[in-house]
């Protein structure tokens, strides 16, 4: 495999590094795999160390190989590959662009469904499948009542369902909004989007929890934001480790997901929210409280209260309807100070004009239906026996918080090997889709298990699949 033809007109050290870009094209190395050392690859190439060494520089100083004292010398996992070719190096422009590329072990979870979508067992998807979103009729609206409806409608939003989103937040979390504090967007994500874009400049630096989804998403990077992670424990983020990245890095704002966090489940206990907003008021740092699953709760207990309810004024609030309708709906919302909705929903109009008057309709029409809270109540019980049904799978031996509402199971793997991004494939080879560790910005032997899709039919299989993963990650 290390072989290089030597050419007189080429410099030595730039034909390695053409032989090793040609080998990441076609696969034959593979992000996280490890390379000779440096005098056995000498040896190989039948090279002078110093010449390796001077290859190996440029592609460590390209991102294209990481070098560790003591681990070796590694393809890189987070930027590989490079084309080499007389053509346009498109692959070197869509690399440099700020919104992230999927992961090569993404790719391959979305080549295997593709390729045998019978054979393979999903608890990778966090969305909930078409049986159990909402089985309530929509309206009968003609066009032209769709039309007349935009009369109801501002850039923060369709009015009525404003109106509803103000009274379910108060009836569900005792958090007294004005409509002028409330701001419709599309979904979730629009609303992130938009709070970095507008409230942040290129450069700044922002703390998320570790481990969190917020590592998958690009809109940090696209706003050339400064990502530093808040170590967590079963109480929620670490203050003292917040203190100290506001300290060293002057940290501008904070983004948390505390009630079944994605992807641990736990929940913030009450004394550690009222810590974090009596801190970051202290230090003067606005939080962004992502809230996706807190009427998903399997508990009769009283949940703690909002951030948002506990310190109004420093806190945005983001909610969405995308877990417990369906990712197609696209509805969310945010709750913040009347300057900061006007700020962003001005932004939004200059970006693309609005959101649109039909999915704000609907979600309101859904949202005021009598069968509503019967949903929920039923989609909380059918979640609770889906999460039993993924314990009582489980082998022997894991580690695993059980959690009390939400979509996910956060589970320690054995953790006596070197585990790589690399390792995770053992996974996809029994056909079985897990989110490993590293998609959520930490490198342990642990998976996310999502049990919306998983049922009586499939749990045996599973369990068989599972227990030959762990048989054979305990003998290697």
């Known amino acids: 495999m290390w072989k290089i033809t030597k050419t007189e007109s080429i410099p030595i050290y730039q034909q390695i590094i053409a032989l090793m870009e040609d080998y990441i094209e ?76 999927a992961t090569p072990y993404m790719d391959k979870m979305k080549q295997l469904l593709h390729e045998s979508p019978d054979g393979v067992i999903d608890l990778a998807s966090g969305e909930l499948p078409v049986q159990l979103i909402p089985k309530i009729s929509t309206p009968a609206l003609s066009w032209q009542t769709f039309l007349a409806e935009e009369g109801s409608e501002d ?106 966090q994605n992807p641990t489940s736990l929940t913030m206990g009450i004394k550690r929210r009222e810590e974090l907003v009596k801190l970051c008021a202290k230090i003067q740092v606005p939080i962004v409280e992502d809230d996706p699953y807190s009427m998903l709760s399997f508990t009769d207990y009283s949940m703690p209260p909002l951030l948002k309810k506990l310190d109004p004024d420093n806190v945005l609030y983001i909610g969405s309807l995308s877990k417990i309708m369906g990712s197609t709906t696209r509805i969310g919302w945010l709750l913040g100070p009347a300057a900061v909705v006007t700020r962003l929903a001005e932004a ?58 939400g979509f996910h199971l956060w589970c320690q793997l054995p953790s006596d090997k070197n585990w790589t991004s690399r390792s995770f494939d053992i996974f996809l080879e029994h056909k079985l889709l897990v989110m490993p560790a590293f998609l959520f910005g930490i490198k342990e032997p642990a998976i996310r298990l999502t049990f919306t899709r998983l049922n009586e039919e499939d749990s045996s299989e599973f369990r068989w699949r599972l227990r030959d993963i762990i048989m054979k990650l305990n003998a290697e």
């Open 155 to 260: 850039i923060a939003g369709y009015q009525p369902l404003k109106e509803t989103i103000r009274d379910m937040i108060a009836r569900n979390h005792d958090v007294q909004t004005n409509l002028d504090q409330i701001f419709i967007t599309s979904g979730a994500q629009q609303a992130l989007f938009l709070i970095t874009q507008c409230l942040l400049t290129s450069g700044d630096a922002i703390a998320i929890e570790s481990p969190s989804y917020f590592y998958a998403l690009s809109i940090f990077q696209s706003a050339g934001l400064r990502i530093y992670a808040l170590p967590m424990d079963e109480n929620g983020v670490k203050l003292d480790e917040l203190e100290q990245l506001y300290r060293k890095h002057r940290i501008k704002m904070v983004f948390v997901n505390p009630t079944f």
């Open 348 to 405: 939004r109009k200059e970006m693309d004009f609005g959101l649109s008057i039909f999915p704000q309709v609907l979600a309101n029409h859904v949202l005021n239906d009598a069968d509503f809270e019967y949903h929920i109540s039923w989609l909380r019980q059918t979640l609770q026996k889906q999460r039993d049904l993924l314990i009582a799978c489980l082998p022997e031996g894991l580690k695993y918080h059980v959690p009390q509402g």
């Open 26 to 101: 076609v696969g034959k190395l593979l992000p996280g795999d490890r390379i000779p050392a440096e005098r056995e690859l000498a040896t190989m190439l039948n090279v002078n160390r110093s010449t390796l060494s001077k290859a190996l520089d440029e592609l460590s100083a390209r991102g294209i190989i990481t070098r560790k004292q003591g681990s070796g010398t590694r393809i890189s996992e987070d930027k590989w590959g490079v084309f080499t070719g007389q053509k346009t190096n498109w692959r070197h422009y869509v690399s440099q662009g700020s919104f992230l590329q």
